[in-house]
T-cell receptor, first 114, second 113 residues
Framework: NAGVTQTPKFRVLKTGQSMTLLCAQD?????MYWYRQDPGMGLRLIHY???????AKGEVPDGYNVSRLKKQNFLLGLESAAPSQTSVYFC?????????????FGPGTRLTVT | GQQVMQIPQYQHVQEGEDFTTYCNSS?????IQWYKQRPGGHPVFLIQ?????EVKKQKRLTFQFGEAKKNSSLHITATQTTDVGTYFC?????????????FGQGTTLQVKP
């Protein structure tokens, strides 16, 4: 099992460009999450999904969109990148809601917006 | 909003010294999880505490959940260089379950050999 994988690992964007980050998991997990990690701020939830075809906003959703067309994939889109979106992005998945189960994280995507 | 505060932000210790990080929530938590992130790596689950006053041990690591389920701590006895990393607590609030964990800011531990 590969667990949770993320592509790409690194990306540099110019302000105003768009991109999509892909997260895939092979553990048949229902729940998937996108976080961003900035120095001194821990992990902040951007969007999450409790099942195929459903998504919900997290703590910092502005400027991002997501889609969960297939159970194993969770896509994070930036329509018009801004320097404030420079961060490390982590995807995670869990068996059910985090009330009961641990979250498994992917290796992260380091995004720089110039 | 709901917040989970973690202190200290950084801790430098000599190898063999003990280390403790504290986590405090503004609201009652239904459970709390702890994660470790090695430098350049991703968070990895360590443990989950659910019951009021619960104490769990993993070798040199001791985890506690407060009686009021609003605070937690992680204590490492006799630190080793392999303990280096950032430790995060993450709480799930008791009401309005929307499937979200709230992470603390993390405590970064440096261990001098």
């Amino acid at each position: 099992n590969a667990g949770v994988t993320q592509t790409p690992k690194f990306r540099v964007l110019k302000t105003g460009q768009s991109m999509t980050l892909l997260c895939a998991q092979d553990m048949n997990h229902e729940y998937m999450y996108w976080y961003r990690q900035d120095p001194g701020m821990g992990l902040r939830l951007i969007h999450y999904s409790v099942g195929e075809g459903t998504t919900a906003k997290g703590e910092v959703p502005d400027g991002y969109n997501v889609s969960r067309l297939k159970k194993q994939n969770f896509l994070l889109g930036l329509e018009s990148a801004a320097p404030s979106q420079t961060s490390v992005y982590f995807c995670a998945s869990s068996l059910a809601g985090p009330k009961s189960y641990e979250q498994y994280f992917g290796p992260g995507t380091r995004l720089t917006v110039t | 909003g709901q917040q989970v505060m973690q202190i200290p932000q950084y801790q430098h210790v000599q190898e063999g010294e003990d280390f403790t990080t504290y986590c405090n929530s503004s609201t009652t938590l239904s459970n709390i999880q702890w994660y470790k992130q090695r430098p350049g790596g991703h968070p990895v689950f360590l443990i989950q505490l659910v019951k009021s006053g619960e104490v769990k041990k993993q070798k040199r690591l001791t985890f506690q959940f407060g009686e009021a389920k609003k605070n937690s701590s992680l204590h490492i006895t006799a630190t080793q260089t392999t303990d280096v990393g950032t430790y995060f607590c993450a709480g799930h609030v008791s009401t309005g379950n929307t499937g979200k964990l709230i992470f603390g800011q993390g405590t970064t531990l440096q261990v001098k050999p």
